[in-house]
């Protein structure tokens, strides 16, 4: 069985702090996404990395894939209120039945 | 707003009743996906479709889930006789994607609340 665990399930900062949050398995995925997700809404995708070693900044968010596909982080540069939601990972098998596997969650607040 | 829609957004009802929820994807999209996601966890694969092909269906699920998408447009997802443990949000996703790949975008609808009482 194919998981991906994220770490810390739960974070409360205060704005303009600096933050990284973990995505790990013991798996090797093709591809990982986080996405983020506001409280009664659906997951909205931020990023894809696909190569082991691939950076990707989007603002303030840098996105790390680790060399052997089977890790990632997503570092916030001074958190902003705005940032609060759920992050989600989720990781991309190829295979005959290709599907995602997501992680839990980490529930980020970032307090004023 | 030509984002994934999902009705209803919040569904009440007793156990062992039957709800139908819509998916409506984003019109030129070619997939469409439905998951469950209870609090504290991730989004749980539940279906997913390609045009109107039901390609795959998880395991997990249980006889008393349905889901259609007729015309390849949008999609249904009924729940026969309702349990307790059916109490979730429904997500609906859609993509638009040759081969089911690494760089496949999913975009969410917001969600159908179900509360089994």
């Known amino acids: 069985t194919q998981l991906l665990e994220q770490s810390p399930q739960f974070l409360s900062i205060q704005e303009g702090e600096n933050l990284t949050v973990y995505c790990n398995s013991s798996?090797?995925?093709?591809?990982l996404q986080w996405y983020r997700q506001e409280p009664g809404e659906g997951p909205v995708l931020l990023v894809t990395?696909?190569?082991g070693g691939e950076v990707k900044k989007l603002k303030r968010l840098t996105f790390q894939f680790g060399d052997a596909r089977k890790d990632s982080s997503l570092h916030i540069t001074a958190a902003q209120t705005g940032d609060t939601g759920l992050y989600l990972c989720?990781?991309?098998?190829?295979?005959?039945?290709?599907?995602?596997?997501w992680g839990a969650g980490t529930k980020l607040i970032i307090k004023p | 707003d030509t984002g994934v829609s999902q009705d209803p957004r919040h569904k009440i009802t007793k156990r062992g009743q039957n709800v139908t929820f819509r998916c409506d994807p984003i019109?030129?999209?070619?997939?469409l996906y439905w998951y469950r996601q209870t609090l504290g966890q991730g989004p749980e694969f539940l279906t997913y479709?390609?045009?109107?092909?039901?390609?795959?269906k998880s395991r997990l699920l249980s006889d008393r889930f349905s889901a259609e998408r007729p015309k390849g447009s949008f999609s249904t997802l009924e729940i026969q006789r309702t349990e307790q443990g059916d109490s979730a949000m429904y997500l609906c996703?859609?993509?638009?994607?040759?081969?089911?790949?690494?760089?496949?975008?999913?975009?969410f609808g917001s969600g159908t609340q179900l509360s089994v009482l």
């Open positions: 996703a859609s993509s638009l994607a040759q081969h089911r790949g690494t760089n496949e975008k999913l975009f």
């Open positions: 019109s030129e999209h070619n997939r």
């Open positions: 479709f390609q045009n109107e092909a039901q390609l795959e």
């Open positions: 798996s090797v995925f093709s591809s």
């Open positions: 990395v696909v190569t």
């Open positions: 989720a990781g991309g098998v190829i295979s005959s039945n290709y599907q995602l596997i």
